[in-house]
């Protein structure tokens, strides 16, 4: 079963603009995580943020986490074509533990 | 190798049929998990691997399916008596040790499964 639902599912903007995309989920975790997958193969991992961190950076991505609303999102500013992927949220309860993720956010970035 | 390996790429097989999906984690790496994932959907849990053992394999749907890492590196998926519901991509994914407070999988590009 996933651990959360993603807002939106999916999402059209034009190259330049900023993406945004959240995930909430349901139980206390460890980790949250953001993956990147193309052509539904394999997952890239983007960035990952512990329950006692609010906020993180890397790149042109920016994480954040709410965990009194159990809720994270995740921006790609001056977002390109290459960013068109699919982009999954997921969480674990403990180190080592298996990753529970999220339904995915649909981004399509037009050039 | 760099990264998650898994062959075959593609598996295309009757139904009823019996298949095998390899997975080769990164050198060193002592975790390795298996995801299921349908089209549309986020991956879904199905085992992962201490070493040898199997810490956690509550993610599996059913006792047709079956895996097994017995060195410790290299894994097997088993599915026996293949169902059209099997159909899906699966992918393996290792990290580097269980007691990091972190826990970045790495992924292997999938198998994708087509049971006819």
């Known amino acids: 079963s996933q651990q959360g639902e993603e807002d939106p599912q999916a999402l059209s903007i034009q190259e330049g603009e900023n993406a945004t995309m959240n995930c909430s989920y349901k139980?206390?975790?460890?980790?949250l995580q953001w993956y990147r997958q193309n052509s539904g193969r394999g997952l890239v991992h983007l960035i990952l943020?512990?329950?006692?961190?609010r906020e993180k950076h890397s790149g042109r991505l920016r994480v954040t986490l709410d965990t009194s609303k159990k809720s994270s999102s995740l921006l790609i500013t001056a977002s390109r074509a290459a960013d068109t992927a699919s982009y999954f949220c997921a969480t674990d309860k403990a180190a080592g533990n298996k990753l529970t993720f999220g339904g995915g956010t649909r981004v399509l970035v037009k050039p | 190798g760099a990264g998650v390996s898994q062959t075959p790429s593609n598996k295309v097989t009757e139904k009823g049929k019996y298949v095998e999906l390899r997975c080769d984690p990164i050198s060193g790496h002592t975790a390795l998990y298996w995801y299921r994932q349908s089209l549309g959907q986020g991956p879904e849990f199905l085992i992962y691997?201490?070493?040898?053992?199997?810490?956690?394999d509550s993610g599996l749907p059913n006792d047709r399916f079956f895996a097994v890492r017995p060195e410790g590196s290299v894994s097997t998926l088993k599915i026996q008596r293949t169902e059209r519901g099997d159909s899906a991509v699966y992918l393996c994914a290792s990290s580097p040790w269980v007691g990091s407070p972190y826990n970045e999988q790495f992924f292997g590009p999938g198998t994708r499964l087509t049971v006819l």
């Open positions: 691997f201490q070493g040898t053992g199997a810490a956690d």
């Open positions: 139980t206390s975790i460890n980790n």
């Open positions: 943020i512990r329950s006692n961190e």
